[in-house]
């Protein structure tokens, strides 16, 4: 039985005081049923983990470097995330593709830095509105999760989290509906299973895009989503909380 793990990503937002005000609510609201995961901007990471000392609130980045060291003025290194207590990073998210141009083949090589640093990917993957009416949203998910599955082994993959997030209803208030969203995920299951069966039933696929307390229930009850990626809610302690009180016992 996978467990349900319910992930805040925080994006550019927050400041010291509230992430101090965020943390104690999330530490003392927070049910023992799910994991639960933070992605604070890279300036608040330490202060977040600091906050989470003794607790089972997992830290993560939002981006990470493919290389270990060097003159890349402004990244941070998987092993850098490592050596201040981060657990997870966020790797190929809508909005570093979109943004800052990432194809798949970076995110493959950011999954690899990831997993050599030991810490536990989050590989975002997802189609836009283009792409669903146009009716090729498996073509473009086959293509993002090949292109990594082409780069690890059957025990890698095992470490990994992933996360489908259709870029059409990120930050937008539409969420994909549970039926369509569970399509998409069961779809994934089984190109992981065609890399190795018995590991990708072990492995959790989040769904996100604007996951909020009304659609969680439905969408975490689905057999194939093992939780959410949550964006605009997880800047909320009551908003994020209620998101992982909607997970069945």
């Known amino acids: 039985m996978r467990r349900i793990l319910v992930a805040g990503n925080w994006k550019m937002n927050a400041n010291q005081a509230m992430v101090s005000s965020l943390l104690s609510d999330i530490v003392a609201g927070s049910p023992d049923k799910v994991d639960v995961a933070v992605f604070p901007p890279a300036v608040y990471l330490s202060q977040a983990i600091a906050a989470l000392q003794n607790t089972s609130i997992a830290v993560g980045g939002q981006n990470i470097n493919a290389n270990v060291s060097g003159a890349y003025t402004g990244e941070i290194a998987a092993n850098m995330l490592v050596d201040i207590g981060c657990s997870m990073a966020l790797v190929g998210h809508s909005e570093r593709r979109t943004l800052f141009g990432e194809t798949d083949q970076d995110v493959l090589a950011k999954v690899q830095a990831a997993l050599a640093a030991q ?20 073509q473009v998910i086959a293509n993002q999760v090949n292109a990594v599955l082409e780069g690890l082994s059957s025990d890698q993959l095992a470490k990994c989290v992933w996360a489908y997030e259709p870029v059409w209803a990120i930050g937008t208030g539409k969420t994909a509906t549970p039926d369509q969203a569970q399509q998409v995920h069961q779809f994934v299951r089984q190109l992981l299973a065609a890399k190795d069966a018995e590991v990708a039933q072990k492995v ?6 604007s996951v909020n307390p009304q659609s969680a229930a439905d969408l975490f009850a689905q057999a194939d989503i093992d939780g959410g990626l949550v964006g605009g809610a997880s800047l909320k302690a009551e908003q994020f909380l209620a998101i992982c009180n909607s997970v069945n016992e």
């Open 119 to 138: 810490l536990t990917p989050v590989i975002c993957i997802g189609e836009t509105l283009e792409e669903r009416e146009q009716g090729t949203t498996e």
């Open 204 to 209: 959790r696929i989040l769904y996100g895009g």
